[in-house]
C-alpha cells in the first residue's frame, strides 16, 4: 500500500478541480469520540459535526471548519442538529490507481483508499478519501 506524505494536489497534473453537490445529516459532538468511515478512524471532539452522507457514509468535520464547508437548510440555524447543504466549494480531486494511504490532516487520522478511489484536497492539510462509487455520484468536475 502507497502512503502518501507531503501532498499538493495542486502541482499533480492528474489532479483536476470538482465541486460537490450534496444535502448531508449532521450531528454535533456532545463529547469527544471516534467514529469508523469506510475510509478510516475519524476522531472528533466537543462541538465538532457527525455527518452522515447521501450515500449512508459517515465521518467527521472538525468545528473550525464546518462553516466554511456546509450551510443549514432553512430553517434550520448553523450550529443545530440537522440538514446541511454542501458549499459549493472546489476542490482538487485525483483518482488513484493503486491501495493508498493519506493523513485527513497534519498529524491527523491516516485514512485509506483502494485501487479507484479519489483523494481530495480541500485545502492546505485537510485531505480526504472518496470510494469511485460515492465520488461519482456527488461530485462533477470544473472545467478548467
Known amino acids: ?21 450534496e444535502t448531508v445529516s449532521v450531528e454535533f459532538a456532545r463529547t469527544a469520540g471516534a467514529l469508523q468511515s469506510l475510509e478510516g478512524l475519524n476522531r472528533y471532539l466537543p462541538g465538532d459535526a457527525l455527518i452522515t452522507g447521501s450515500t449512508g457514509s459517515r465521518w467527521s468535520v472538525a468545528r ?10 432553512p430553517p434550520l440555524a448553523m450550529g ?6 454542501a458549499r459549493p466549494l ?8 493503486e ?9 491527523g487520522d491516516r485514512l485509506q483508499g483502494k485501487p479507484g478511489d479519489w ?6 492539510d485537510d ?3 472518496a470510494e ?6 456527488i461530485y462533477r468536475r470544473l472545467d478548467s
Do not use: C, W
Not at 469511485?132 to 455520484?137: G, P
Open 1 to 21: 500500500m502507497r502512503q502518501l506524505d507531503d501532498i499538493d494536489l495542486a502541482a499533480d497534473p492528474l489532479a483536476a478541480r470538482y465541486v460537490k453537490s
Open 64 to 73: 473550525e471548519r464546518f462553516a466554511a464547508k456546509y450551510e443549514p437548510e
Open 80 to 85: 443545530e442538529d440537522g440538514r446541511y447543504r
Open 90 to 97: 472546489p476542490v482538487l480531486a485525483r483518482q488513484m490507481t
Open 99 to 107: 491501495a493508498f494511504t493519506a493523513e485527513r490532516s497534519a498529524g
Open 119 to 124: 483523494l481530495l484536497q480541500y485545502g492546505p
Open 127 to 129: 485531505f480526504g478519501v
Open 132 to 137: 469511485q462509487a460515492r465520488f461519482a455520484l
